[in-house]
């Protein structure tokens, strides 16, 4: 089985700018989730996706949004780009919603740098 | 507030020897916890896992043990490998299913 793929891996925006991430899960894989990777505060969980719906989301502003397509592809979109936005965005996807033990595949991210 | 702590930022052990890497929560509402894996240029991967009601957990050469009393836990990696070489991230599963991540130890394997 293909892995979870994030497009494009690379990304260079200016500040005030708008960016949309794409994660394509794993074939069967019904649930995403997104993440934040910087330096200073780790890996921060952005929100989780299952069936198209938002079903959790973590401390982010509103200009960090997502959605995921009835294919359980997903984009992820931050608008108004600030500095501290750049970081490794990654995707996760597993089979199931997030409960107990399941576990999550993580993409390899994508590196947004904002100027 | 940072839920989930890793205090060490990097770790040298050497090849052959015990690798242990440390993870200390604050919240009693963690049902299960987990050990991630992470290599330059890839996302993380899934090691191993423990549910709060056990204390231990044990594949292959990695064992996680969780001290509930002290809100601690610990990853055993033995023997250690060269390609054990990585920075290792403990995440701990909320009851309202939010994932915490600590912010990672780097894992130096020495010959």
């Known amino acids: 089985k293909a892995g979870v793929t994030q497009t494009p891996r690379y990304l260079i925006k200016t500040r005030g700018q708008q960016v949309t991430l794409s994660c394509s899960p794993i074939?069967?894989?019904?649930?995403v989730s997104w993440y934040q990777q910087t330096p200073g505060q780790g890996l921060q969980f952005l929100f989780e996706y299952f069936s198209e719906t938002q079903r959790n989301k973590g401390n982010f502003p509103g200009r960090f949004s997502g959605r995921q397509f009835s294919n359980s592809r997903s984009e992820m979109n931050v608008s108004t780009l600030e500095l501290g936005d750049s970081a490794l965005y990654l995707c996760a996807s597993s089979p199931d919603v997030l409960v107990g033990g399941i576990t999550q595949y993580f993409g390899p991210g994508t590196r947004l740098t904002v100027l | 507030d940072q839920q989930v702590k890793q205090n060490s930022p990097s770790l040298s052990v050497q090849e052959g020897r015990i690798s242990i890497l440390n993870c200390d929560y604050t919240?009693?509402?963690?049902?299960?916890f987990l050990w991630y894996k992470k290599y330059p240029a890839e996302g993380p991967t899934f090691l191993i896992s423990?549910?709060?009601?056990?204390d231990k957990n044990e594949d292959g050469r990695f064992t996680v043990f969780l001290n509930k009393s002290a809100k601690h836990l610990s990853l055993h990696i033995v023997p250690s490998q060269p390609g054990d070489s990585a920075v290792y991230f403990c995440?701990?599963?909320?009851?309202?299913?939010?994932?915490?991540f600590g912010k990672g130890t780097r894992l130096h394997i020495l010959p």
């Open positions: 995440a701990a599963r909320r009851r309202d299913d939010k994932i915490i």
């Open positions: 919240n009693s509402m963690f049902d299960y």
């Open positions: 074939s069967g894989h019904r649930s």
């Open positions: 423990i549910s709060s009601i056990k």
